[in-house]
């Protein structure tokens, strides 16, 4: 029985935590209110009065507290609803990532196994580099997770203005790694960066610049953002 993530796995979690935030949030404010369909075969996801090209990312069953990932699915392992999430498979692999390559993980030992499930469909997003994630309950004890694969999604750019609130949130949702969330999100916006001592200093478009220090327990402890005219 698992009774928490690997260092590995929370450490890839938090690269995306910051863009990723965002991203959900952007994803939310596109998608109107109203019930959900998906037509599997066609990679369709429908709400209100959206329509979207999408893929399964995962299964999570509240009954036996696992989760199951969309390439693993015996139902849909080798179909084209599942192929963007493939390449989840061979990021795991290809950095040692054990929750990443695992076809079924049980979560039964985590304090709140929901949130576990929750966690997996976030990396994956991440590791996929989709615009978000999709979690719906699909009958049953089971809650299905789709990716949007689909240009129409809004994908948040880096705000110098709300920089500093975007970096503190993203570095609050796990925990584990802020230095790995503050390098993550620069990365993730293609902005050069640099290590300093106790501070990630990055380069943004425009000549401004903004650096982020740390504390002795690897905190945040200060944003100073300097904008040029």
């Known amino acids: 029985m698992t009774t928490g993530f690997s260092d590995a796995f929370l450490l890839e979690?938090?690269?995306?935590?910051?863009?990723?935030?965002?991203?959900?949030?952007?994803l939310t404010d596109f998608l109107p209110d109203g019930p959900w369909s998906a037509d599997l075969p066609s990679?369709?996801?429908?709400?209100?009065?959206?329509?979207?090209?999408?893929?399964?990312?995962?299964?999570?069953?509240?009954?036996?507290?696992?989760?199951?990932?969309g390439w693993a699915n015996p139902g849909l392992r080798g179909t084209e609803v599942v192929a963007p999430t493939e390449a989840v498979q061979r990021y795991g692999h290809a950095h040692g990532i054990a929750e990443l390559t695992a076809e079924v993980l049980d979560l039964s030992g985590f304090a709140d196994p929901r949130r576990?499930?929750?966690?997996?469909?976030?990396?994956?997003?991440?590791?996929?580099?989709?615009?978000?994630?999709l979690g719906v309950p699909a009958g049953g004890d089971t809650q299905v997770y789709f990716l949007p694969a689909d240009?129409?999604?809004?994908?948040?750019?880096?705000?110098?203005?709300?920089?500093?609130?975007?970096?503190?949130?993203?570095?609050?949702?796990?925990?584990?790694?802020?230095?790995?969330?503050?390098?993550?999100?620069?990365?993730?916006?293609?902005?050069p960066q640099r290590v300093e001592g106790d501070r990630i200093v990055a380069d943004l478009p425009?000549?401004?610049?903004?650096?982020?220090?740390?504390?002795?327990?690897?905190?945040?402890?200060?944003?100073?953002?300097?904008?040029?005219?």
Not at 52 to 66: C, F, K, N, P, Q
């Open 116 to 133: 576990a499930a929750e966690t997996l469909a976030f990396t994956g997003m991440g590791v996929a580099g989709a615009p978000g994630y």
């Open 43 to 69: 990679c369709t996801y429908r709400q209100g009065a959206a329509e979207l090209r999408v893929a399964v990312l995962g299964t999570y069953d509240a009954a036996e507290h696992s989760w199951m990932w």
């Open 151 to 191: 240009a129409r999604v809004p994908r948040p750019g880096l705000d110098p203005v709300a920089l500093p609130r975007t970096l503190l949130a993203g570095a609050g949702l796990i925990g584990h790694s802020a230095r790995h969330v503050v390098a993550g999100y620069f990365d993730h916006h293609g902005v």
């Open 13 to 26: 979690a938090e690269r995306h935590a910051a863009w990723g935030a965002a991203q959900l949030q952007a």
């Open 206 to 229: 425009g000549g401004s610049a903004v650096e982020v220090r740390f504390d002795a327990a690897g905190r945040i402890a200060g944003i100073e953002a300097k904008v040029l005219p």
